[in-house]
C-alpha cells in the first residue's frame, strides 16, 4: 500500500524525481532513489531525495511568467549544458500518491518532451500504458520508462496542449497502467501556454 503523502512533501519530492529524470541519460541514479524510497520516516526520506539533487542551482527559477509551473534549471554533471524543465504537482485531491505531477523539459534535438514524474519508480526503460481521459474520450499512449526509472516520457508533442487535439484542456487526467497497483492522477494545465513560451526562450538560451 503507497504511504500517504503531504501536498508538501509531495512538492518536494516532485523537484528530487524532476531534477534526478532531468539528467537520467547521463547520469542513472535508480540505487541511491531505491534507498531513499524505503525509508519508513517522511522527513527523513525527504533529506534522502533532497541529496539526490546535483545543488543550489537545481532549485526553481524565480518566474514572472506563471508561478504554477516552476521553471527547473539543473547544472550537468559533466560539464554539458544545463538542463531545463518547467514542473507542474499533481492535484493531490484528486490523485494517487505516486504520481508526483507534469515535466516538460528541452532537448538535445528541437522540441520538447513531456513526462510523468513519479515517487514509486518503474524499471528502467519499461512500457507502460497510459490512458489519458479527456470528457468523454479515451487515449492511449505507449510510455517508455526514463534511464533512472523516476518518469514516464510520453509519446506526445508539448504543442498538443496548445496548438494540437488538447488545446483548451483545464487539466490533465492519466491513468498509468501498472501490474503492481494503478497509478491515477490529475494535473491542472493552467497558464501552461506562457510557461511552455518561457521554457522555449530558455531552451535557445542554453
Given at each position: 500500500?503507497?504511504?500517504?503523502?503531504s501536498?508538501?512533501?509531495?512538492?518536494?519530492?516532485?523537484?528530487?524525481?524532476?531534477?534526478?529524470?532531468v539528467?537520467?541519460?547521463?547520469?542513472?541514479t535508480?540505487?541511491?532513489?531505491?534507498?531513499?524510497?524505503?525509508?519508513?520516516?517522511?522527513?527523513?526520506?525527504?533529506?534522502?531525495?533532497?541529496?539526490?539533487?546535483?545543488?543550489?542551482?537545481?532549485?526553481?527559477?524565480?518566474?514572472?511568467t506563471?508561478?504554477?509551473?516552476?521553471?527547473?534549471?539543473?547544472?550537468h554533471?559533466?560539464?554539458?549544458?544545463?538542463?531545463?524543465?518547467?514542473?507542474?504537482?499533481?492535484?493531490?485531491?484528486k490523485?494517487?500518491?505516486?504520481?508526483?505531477?507534469?515535466?516538460?523539459?528541452?532537448?538535445?534535438?528541437?522540441?520538447?518532451?513531456?513526462?510523468?514524474?513519479?515517487?514509486?519508480?518503474?524499471?528502467?526503460?519499461?512500457?507502460?500504458?497510459?490512458?489519458?481521459?479527456?470528457?468523454?474520450?479515451?487515449?492511449?499512449?505507449?510510455a517508455?520508462?526514463?534511464?533512472?526509472?523516476?518518469?514516464?516520457?510520453?509519446?506526445?508533442?508539448?504543442?498538443?496542449?496548445?496548438?494540437?487535439?488538447?488545446?483548451?484542456?483545464k487539466?490533465?487526467?492519466?491513468?498509468?497502467?501498472?501490474?503492481?497497483?494503478?497509478?491515477?492522477?490529475?494535473?491542472?494545465?493552467?497558464?501552461?501556454?506562457?510557461?511552455?513560451?518561457?521554457?522555449?526562450a530558455?531552451?535557445?538560451a542554453?
Open positions: 500500500m503507497a504511504l500517504a503523502i501536498p508538501t512533501l509531495r512538492a518536494a519530492l516532485f523537484y528530487a524525481v524532476g531534477a534526478t529524470a539528467f537520467a541519460q547521463a547520469n542513472d535508480s540505487q541511491d532513489f531505491d534507498k531513499c524510497k524505503v525509508i519508513a520516516d517522511d522527513h527523513a526520506r525527504l533529506n534522502c531525495f533532497k541529496n539526490l539533487l546535483p545543488g543550489e542551482s537545481s532549485k526553481p527559477a524565480p518566474s514572472t506563471s508561478d504554477l509551473w516552476p521553471l527547473i534549471r539543473t547544472p554533471p559533466k560539464g554539458g549544458p544545463d538542463a531545463v524543465a518547467i514542473l507542474r504537482t499533481a492535484d493531490t485531491a490523485s494517487d500518491p505516486d504520481l508526483a505531477g507534469l515535466m516538460i523539459r528541452c532537448t538535445e534535438k528541437p522540441g520538447l518532451e513531456v513526462l510523468l514524474a513519479l515517487v514509486r519508480p518503474f524499471p528502467p526503460r519499461s512500457k507502460r500504458d497510459v490512458v489519458v481521459t479527456t470528457g468523454t474520450t479515451r487515449s492511449v499512449l505507449h517508455e520508462t526514463s534511464p533512472a526509472g523516476t518518469a514516464l516520457i510520453l509519446p506526445i508533442e508539448a504543442t498538443a496542449f496548445t496548438t494540437g487535439p488538447w488545446q483548451g484542456l487539466e490533465l487526467a492519466v491513468t498509468i497502467n501498472d501490474p503492481e497497483a494503478e497509478i491515477r492522477g490529475v494535473i491542472s494545465l493552467e497558464d501552461l501556454a506562457p510557461a511552455l513560451a518561457k521554457l522555449l530558455s531552451c535557445r542554453g
